[in-house]
């Protein structure tokens, strides 16, 4: 199975700030890497797929990037709509695994 | 637009089996799959497997494998996931979704929580 590891666990920023997620493979996945979005109580929420492109009505400050191994979710300017738990997902080969996710704080 | 209807929240004993159900609306059912993924409190997503609507070819995760069951109704677009022997831990949210290709899970269904407990 592919171990995917994310970093860091949690961070605390402010409105306004860059904020950089990191998502590690344990083995290739090419660029079948997504993130997903998720509010507590709620359903995950697709944000990215194929590691860089946005799914439609995703704010442009989404970006995401990598390939491989390596991969990451940057959310420049971060907006208060933006503190949730960001998961990152790859689709290459069965079983599907996910990241622990990153839950992004108000500082 | 796509939606995915879960059943309502259960409560079972360990021991017990549960079955939870997904109407889909808004797509053609027995073009994609019904996947199932589940979250534990304050845990992150867990891949539990899929079934094709098309065919019923499934695929579990190992984890579940020989205690999940998943079926489809094309007649009615629903998918159920069956989880039978549960344990305490199995107490989650699961959730159905389905995976477009090339863009990963585009559409969930609302949740529905499982709780075991004797």
């Known amino acids: 199975d592919i171990q995917m590891t994310q970093s860091p666990s949690s961070l605390s920023a402010s409105v306004g700030d860059r904020v950089t997620i990191t998502c590690r493979a344990s083995?290739?996945?090419?660029?079948?890497l997504n993130w997903y979005q998720q509010k507590p109580g709620k359903a995950p929420k697709p944000l990215i797929y194929g590691s860089s492109t946005l799914h439609s009505g995703v704010p442009s400050r989404f970006s995401g990037s990598g390939s491989g191994t390596e991969f990451t979710l940057t959310i420049n300017s971060l907006q208060p709509e933006d503190f949730a738990t960001y998961h990152c997902?790859?689709?290459?080969?069965?079983?599907?695994?996910f990241g622990a996710g990153t839950k992004v704080e108000i500082k | 637009q796509v939606q995915l209807e879960q059943s309502g929240g259960e409560v079972r004993k360990p021991g017990a089996s549960v079955k939870v159900s997904c109407k889909a609306s808004g797509y053609t059912f027995s073009s994609y799959a019904v996947s199932w993924v589940r979250q534990a409190p304050g845990q992150g997503l867990e891949w539990m497997g899929f079934?094709?609507?098309?065919?019923?070819?499934?695929n579990y995760a190992q984890n579940f494998q020989g205690r999940v069951t998943m079926t489809t109704d094309t007649s009615t677009s629903t998918g159920y996931m069956e989880l039978r022997s549960l344990r305490t831990d199995d107490t989650a949210v699961y959730y159905c979704a389905r995976e477009t290709p090339y863009s990963g899970y585009t559409d969930w269904g609302q949740g529905t929580p499982v709780t075991v407990s004797s």
């Open positions: 079934i094709r609507a098309s065919n019923g070819y499934t």
């Open positions: 083995q290739s996945v090419s660029i079948s």
């Open positions: 997902q790859q689709s290459h080969s069965t079983p599907l695994t």
